[in-house]
């Protein structure tokens, strides 16, 4: 192609010229004149100006500027000025519709341009224009591009494909210079398309010849075609002669490369965005091939540490272990990034006494412990194995890597309960750090549930006034005693149905057998609702209620066994009579016939955490006070009834408290913002064989699950609370604070 007479030689544009750029895309070039100053700024003035309108000013060789206006003209001749800032006219050319107009020649284009402003120009082609005018697909717009590319680097290094990560999916190996600079977008030109790559990579350390490794990700199209990869100083050009891997698979390639530590991650970060497996993948790589573990056993005379948790999740990095700082050259533990930026783990931390074990010292020794939670912009992926380093006085650096992590959510969770001990459970410790890790934990596990299995057991056609739902975990001792006490009371087989949901699906069939056989024997209306998984007691009563076909809702435990007949009816009727009334709960006792709950209310702690605690527990079941019905603070979950209208409008249980704890008050709570009331009713009475199920959690048992649980639940409703407790001081002589009464905390047995 060549321009025509007006263009001199030189590929000067004295003249403004229009030509073709795409199929229905052109560009007006204008050299700006000798005459005028080099800051001028030109603008374009037509009948109507098209939309888009994308400029740009580029340096030629001999200082002055060409001028590049890009646009879809009209379908018919169009004049267009180039006038000045100040309305100056300063040219005038006619603009034909794009199909007739010259190509763009840009051998000619580039003569003059300064070497800047040819890379400048191929950047905007795969940038700017590009997006603006979204021609990505358009031919004559990429035979364009490759002339531009062609032109800028005749002869191109090449590119090879190192192995498949997934299905069109390779990773890809070149060498670029080094004072590139940082890579700011990776395209591959086909002979149909321009795609933009990721354009994360990862840059080798030691380079040969003066270059650097690269590898990055990429769609490999049919070869050959270009990558190019741009940056702030210019661009690097490589063409993938082949498609033909050096690696046979995935696997094999990581089994021999367990020393390309950011190449790994950056491939567990890509396979984790990929839609179904790649997470799996990724763990299973590095279940297979993990990195070999670092720590720095203890010493009476160096620094010394270990980094044992490391949870890589969606938000962030929670990481812990201990240090031993003898000297002054312990100077803090860094997490190391994916591109080798580290990151001090003394922004956001919280320390405490620990103890390890010394490398040639016998038994325990004093050590620091600490946990800390760093804040990441976008997830490493499933990590197993984050890494870490001890940087020391000196500026020298030793590697701490911890052995590979757990990538379930539940025994994530189950880490984050050990990271501190329970004396040390404070809220510094929970506000910025362990809560942060356990919502992000609890997300992500609530994502995983669902209902697994449903089975019927002779459900009316018809729905009745009440649904009851039970949760079952692990523990079915107390079954058959409970449904005895259902079915052998007359107004409650003539009303109810039985939700029982299995939160534990290893012993379906085991529940399955139990409640056929006492269907048979009872013939109660049933439904066993069965997790996929272990959920919680939040997750698995709002599976029930979502079954439930009864305008009013009770949450049992699977604990609480009837003392006798009518205790349904009685708090169904209040319900039903008193439409202030949002929530309304039972007496219920020990098998000692000592008072379990009289209510609920709350009372704070040496560290100013509102507990939940019960009226009168421990107290004669035939207690005074605690036969009076009455307007209390909450009602615990045990054996709660609510409307199944107000218990939808709250959203239910809320569903982040760990394993299981505090949503009944919660509940409460948010039933009270409603503007209804709680009620205590003594007449009705329930057996409560206390929390056997959450004794199978040791977690739990350890203590900081509930401690986290009791300060989540403070952050959320302290105002609440605060105001509920002043008022049920000052009206309620029986409140325990006003009797001297010994306060008893709800137990977590």
Known sequence: MTFDESIDATGVFSNAKIFRLGIDLAVLIWDLPPVL???TRCLLSMEQSPVPLVSMTLPLCNGKQRMFWAMRPEQRPVTVDICTEHGTTVDTIVMQPARALAPLD???LFADLAPDGRIKFVNNLLTVWRSAFRIAGDPFFNMV???AIHTLAPERQTASVVCQIAQGRHLIETAINPDLGEITAIYAIGATSIKRMADRLVLGRDGKNGLQSCHFMAHVPSPPFLFVLLSKNGLAIRQLPDAKPRHASLPGWWSKNREAVELREMIIRQLALLPE????????LQTRTPLAESRIAKSSMHPSGEVDLALALDGGLLAGGWFHAPSSAFSGIDYVKEDGTPVPLDGNNYKFPAWAQGKDEKGKTDVTGFVAWIPLTESPGPLLQPRFQ???ASG?????????????PAIQRNH?????PPQHAVDDAFRTILAPALQDIERRLGRTIEVDDTKDYSLQKDAPLVSIVVPLYKVLDFLRFQLSGLATDPWLAANAEVIYVLDSPEIQDETEHLLGGLHLLHGLPMKLVVMNRNSGYARACNAGARFARGSILVMLNSDVVPCKPGWLQILSRALLEDKTLGAIGPKLIFEDGSLQHAGLYFGRDQRGI???HHFHKGMPGDYRPAQQTRDVPGVTGACLVARRETYERVGGYTDDYVIGDYEDSDLCLKIRRLGLQIVYEPAACLYHFERRSIRRSQDYMRGVASQYNSWLHTQRWEEDISALMANQRDRDPHHPAATGEKIQERSAA
């Not at 020298?396 to 379930?408: G, T």
């Open 37 to 39: 100053p080099a800051n």
């Open 106 to 108: 840009v051998e000619a």
């Open 145 to 147: 591009v490759e002339d």
């Open 277 to 284: 497996g790649g997470a799996a993948t990724a763990i299973d």
């Open 390 to 392: 001890m940087r020391l």
């Open 396 to 408: 020298a650096v030793r590697p701490l890597i911890p052995k590979p992590q757990p990538f379930e």
């Open 416 to 420: 984050v309960l050990r990271a501190v």
């Open 610 to 612: 509102w507990l939940n």
